[in-house]
Each structure stands twice: as C-alpha cells, then as structure tokens.
C-alpha cells in the first residue's frame, strides 16, 4: 500500500520532511519510517502482548500508531520538536477515534530523548537515527541503568543504521546482534533494520 493511504487507512498524516530550522546537527530531521520497511520488519519479528515499545523521536507518531494497531500493545513516542510533536498528538486524537476497541494505551511525550525516564517495563527501544551519537550514548546508557534496576530482556531496534550507533552498540555495551531485516526493493543498502538484544532470560535469540 502506498505511504498516503497507509495514512489514511490509519487516519493520521506522517508522510513528509522536516529540516531543523536552526541547521541543529544533534536533533536529526523528521522523515518516517517507510510502511513497507515496517511491513517487512514484523513480518520476521514478532512482538508479545507483555512487549512495550518506545520510539526515541517519534515524529509524527507513524512507528507508534502502527505498532499499537498491529500488536495492540502500549506503546510511547518522545518528541522534541513542537510543531511535529503538535502534529503527533492531533494524529493520536484522529487514530484513536477509529481505534477505540484497542485499550493499550498511547503516550505520546513531548521533551527530550535523553531526559526520557526509562520505565522498568519498556522493553524495545525503536531509533531511526533520530539524533546525534553523544546523545544516542546517552539514551543507551540510561536504558542500561533501567535494566540495572529491573533486569529483563531488551531489544534495540534501529532503522536506516549509521556506523557510529552499530559500534558504540557492539564495542562498548553488552547488546548483541541477533537479527538482520532487509527491506524488499531497497534502494540504499542502509535501508534495513538491526535488532540487538540484551539477553537476560530465556527468550530464544532469534526473533524468527
Ligand atoms: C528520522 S525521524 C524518525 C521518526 C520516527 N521514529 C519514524 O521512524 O517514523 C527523527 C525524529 O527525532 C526527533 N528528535 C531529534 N532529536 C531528538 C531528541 N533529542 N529527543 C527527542 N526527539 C528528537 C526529530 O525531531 C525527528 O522527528
């Protein structure tokens, strides 16, 4: 299905861009995860009803709106921006008038990704190379600290992976990577996923 009627199927509006006005290089610009890249990842990674996903820069909330529709689970997206949080939250108010059957709850929170408290149930982290790496460190760290004081399994997934966020990830913090995703027809070889896991039960590695 095309990006604009996946939008309207979901009665939300996330397709587009947006540029930083500042030219900020820290805070990256909005652009969504493609439909069809979402379409393929759950496809091979499959989310429990006991899941919660956070999307650090959730945009307009597509990731969000899409996960809670397919898995019917909680789900949280953190902003920074004020016109596309502002967007967002509009969004949420349009989804949920036709998704009001699905009691997981949305939060969507304006701030910054860094400043997120990381709840002691949130347990897949979604990044499309929303920011800088000192701050994707940060983010990473205070997930490690949640998980300190809550041990659990936790996934990192990241969309459109830069180098720097796969090595910090694999030289410096104890997540592995256990799962590659490939988008069918990709026109950039970055356009795939990559799930790490920090293993801390017996959930089986591959997310197969
Ligand atoms: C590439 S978009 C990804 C949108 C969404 N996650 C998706 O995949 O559809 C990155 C988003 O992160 C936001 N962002 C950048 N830095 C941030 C920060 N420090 N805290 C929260 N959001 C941030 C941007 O404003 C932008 O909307």
Same mark, same amino acid.
């Given at each position: 299905m095309a990006e604009r009627k996946y939008d309207q199927s979901l009665r939300v509006?996330?397709?587009?861009?947006?540029?930083?006005?500042?030219?900020?290089?820290?805070?990256?610009?909005?652009?969504a995860t493609p439909y069809k890249a979402l379409?393929?990842?759950? =496809?091979?990674?499959?989310l429990n009803k006991t899941d919660r996903v956070v999307d650090f820069g959730c945009g307009r909330g597509r990731v969000p709106f899409y996960i809670h529709n397919k898995f019917h689970i &909680?789900?949280?997206? @953190?902003?920074?921006?004020?016109?596309?949080?502002?967007? %967002?939250l509009h969004n949420k108010g349009s989804y949920r008038s036709q998704a009001r059957h699905i009691s997981a709850p949305i939060r969507l929170k304006?701030?910054? %990704?860094? =400043?997120y408290?990381?709840?002691?149930?949130?347990? @897949?982290?979604?990044?499309?190379? &929303?920011?800088s790496i000192e701050i994707f460190k940060q983010v990473v760290y205070n997930i490690l600290q949640s998980i300190q004081e809550e041990p659990r399994m936790v996934d990192i997934i990241l969309y459109y992976p830069v180098a720097e966020y796969k090595q910090f990830l694999q030289m410096h913090t104890p997540f592995q990577l @256990?799962?590659?995703?490939n988008v069918p027809g990709a026109a950039h070889k970055k356009e795939k996923f990559l799930i790490y896991r920090f293993k801390n039960n017996g959930k089986p590695d591959s997310a197969e």
């Open positions: 509006r996330t397709v587009g861009m947006r540029e930083w006005r500042n030219g900020t290089n820290c805070y990256h610009r909005y652009e379409d393929r990842l759950f =496809q091979v990674y499959k &909680p789900v949280t997206g @953190i902003e920074v921006h004020e016109k596309t949080y502002e967007e %967002a304006y701030g910054l %990704a860094e =400043q408290e990381v709840k002691g149930t949130d347990n @897949i982290f979604y990044f499309f190379n &929303p920011f @256990i799962t590659k995703v």
